[in-house]
Each structure stands twice: as structure tokens, then as C-alpha cells.
């Protein structure tokens, strides 16, 4: 694959993405998941400046502006479909909030 039909691929699948976010956001899925998230630590991590350790669930932001659970393994970000997605997709990661507290 050249690097022209790697950009289109990548283009395409950013555009994918950022269709099924816009989708996900309509019907409240991720503005219901983001209310709670803020109260967790919000620090995002630059994928650049480090990766979290491999296998354990984090939150995940594509460059499409998506985000979504996910774990980092074999150089793969794998989301809870086990679908791949290409570690360039993914530009931040942060931490799960712990469960809540057993009354």
C-alpha cells in the first residue's frame, strides 16, 4: 500500500468514526457517559509521552474526537469488540475512574 492509499484508508476511516460518535452523541450514549466521566481525574495522556500498560482498560480519544474503552496490546489499541484499531487513531488515553462504593 502506498502512502497515498494509506492516506485515503486513514481519512476514511476518521470520517467512520467521527459518523458513528456524532450518532452515539444523538442518542446520548457518550453526553450520559461524559456527565460521569468529569468527575473521575480528568488528565488525558498523550499517546506520544507514554502508553498505559498493556491489557488494562483506559479510555481512549481518536483523532476523529471519538473515545471509548479500549486496551493497548501488541501494538494495537483493541476496543471491547475486540475490533483492531491502528495505534496512529488514538492520541490520548486516560485512566478508568474506580467503581463506585458498595453502600
Same mark, same amino acid.
Given at each position: 500500500? *502506498?502512502?497515498?492509499?494509506?492516506? &485515503?484508508?486513514? %481519512?476514511? #476511516?476518521?470520517?467512520? =468514526?467521527?459518523?458513528?460518535? /456524532?450518532?452515539?452523541? +444523538?442518542?446520548?450514549?457518550?453526553?450520559?457517559? /461524559?456527565? +460521569?466521566?468529569?468527575?473521575? =481525574?480528568? %488528565?488525558? $495522556?498523550d499517546v506520544n *509521552?507514554?502508553?498505559? %500498560?498493556? +491489557?488494562?482498560? $483506559?479510555?481512549?480519544?481518536? $483523532?476523529? %474526537?471519538?473515545?471509548? $474503552?479500549? !486496551?493497548y496490546e501488541d +501494538?494495537?489499541?483493541? /476496543?471491547?469488540?475486540?475490533?483492531?484499531? &491502528?495505534?496512529?487513531?488514538?492520541? !490520548?488515553?486516560?485512566? #478508568?475512574? &474506580?467503581?463506585?462504593?458498595? /453502600?
Amino acid at each position: 500500500m *502506498n502512502k497515498e492509499e494509506k492516506k &485515503k484508508k486513514f %481519512e476514511a #476511516l476518521a470520517e467512520y =468514526q467521527k459518523n458513528v460518535s /456524532d450518532e452515539l452523541s +444523538g442518542i446520548g450514549f457518550l453526553k450520559g457517559y /461524559d456527565a +460521569g466521566y468529569k468527575d473521575a =481525574q480528568n %488528565e488525558w $495522556v498523550d499517546v506520544n *509521552n507514554r502508553m498505559p %500498560e498493556e +491489557g488494562v482498560n $483506559v479510555m481512549a480519544y481518536t $483523532v476523529s %474526537e471519538f473515545y471509548e $474503552v479500549m !486496551h493497548y496490546e501488541d +501494538g494495537y489499541w483493541i /476496543d471491547l469488540d475486540f475490533t483492531m484499531i &491502528k495505534p496512529i487513531y488514538v492520541t !490520548h488515553w486516560m485512566p #478508568l475512574p &474506580k467503581p463506585p462504593k458498595k /453502600d
